[in-house]
């Protein structure tokens, strides 16, 4: 019996919950959002560390053809700086498929910023193959549902609160903005008003969730031991949403904690 209990941990940790990506839908109101962009739906995918990626990319693409988002934000840690002999035109290749021909943009996690600094990739080309831009202390302007909505992204290395304060400097006032961040801290260090809505990643949700203890991988890398692991999060200024990714590291293992697609739908809200 606790032979086979251990076999189905392992294959749960292992096969199941990294592989088979589960569908979270959330809602949150954006003020300044135009009636007509009421109910858009942004898929947000994150922190792809990729190692076997056939079969969960071809599932997020079935989510992505099946749901028919707006928009795919992609949230950065496409590449392992331990894995940084996977080639780069493979994660193209998968990240084109995975966004099904949907409008996406892309920034960069601090992996990614990593592997740079060390002259192992070439993000900005990585994603052009897929069709992607990046957003790297950028401000855009997407019509969607024939109407403007506005995007800064930063990215995920040391200079991620100085993009992000940069593309927020040339915000328009009279359109809602949304922010892309590689990690959730940036929200804490802005000198200036934040976004509407910030979407993050990084955390994965601690990645391995056991009972009774919070977040293993906390133990091992301080930098995780944020207030905002997973969810949507209303505070005073703004809206936080954070997913648990796609991926893994340091472990290739998730516990009570599967790989996920986050659906963000926008609802319009009365204010300011």
């Known amino acids: ?35 007509e962009q009421d109910g858009l739906v942004i898929a947000v995918l994150s922190d792809f560390h990729f190692r076997r990626p056939e079969p969960v990319m ?21 590449r392992d700086r331990r894995l940084a ?15 099904e021909g949907v409008p996406a943009l892309g920034i960069r996690g601090n992996h990614d910023a990593d592997l740079e600094a060390a ?35 930063a990215g995920g290395g040391a200079d991620a609160w100085y993009e992000m304060t940069c593309a927020l400097a040339e915000r ?20 200036v008003a934040p976004p509407d809505l910030m979407i993050c990643g990084h955390t994965h949700n601690g990645q391995i969730r056991l009972p009774f203890l919070r977040d293993i991988l906390e133990a091992l890398n301080r930098e995780w031991q944020l207030n905002f692991d997973h969810g949507v999060y209303e505070l005073p200024q703004t809206v936080l949403a954070v997913t648990s990714g ?27």
Request: net charge positive; with cysteine; glycine share 10%.
């Open 85 to 99: 002999d996977f080639p780069e035109c493979d994660v193209s290749r998968y990240l084109a498929l995975c966004r």
């Open 246 to 272: 796609l991926g893994m590291t340091r472990l290739p293992f998730r516990w009570r904690n599967p790989c996920e697609v986050l659906l963000l739908t926008l609802r319009t809200a009365d204010g300011p």
């Open 119 to 153: 002259g192992s990739g070439d993000t900005p080309a990585m994603l052009a193959a897929a069709g992607i831009p990046l957003l790297a202390g950028d401000r855009v302007v997407l019509q969607l549902r024939g109407k403007p909505l506005q995007i800064c992204g």
């Open 172 to 191: 328009d006032p009279s359109l809602p903005v949304i922010g892309l961040a590689h990690s959730p801290e940036v929200i804490g260090g802005l000198p």
């Open 1 to 35: 019996m606790g032979g086979m209990t251990l076999l189905t941990a392992v294959w749960r940790g292992a096969w199941l919950e990294p592989v088979y990506p589960r569908v979270v839908r959330a809602e949150t109101a954006i003020r300044k959002l135009p009636p």
């Open 58 to 78: 071809k599932r997020v693409a079935g989510v992505i053809r099946r749901e028919k988002p707006d928009l795919v934000v992609m949230l950065g840690d496409y």
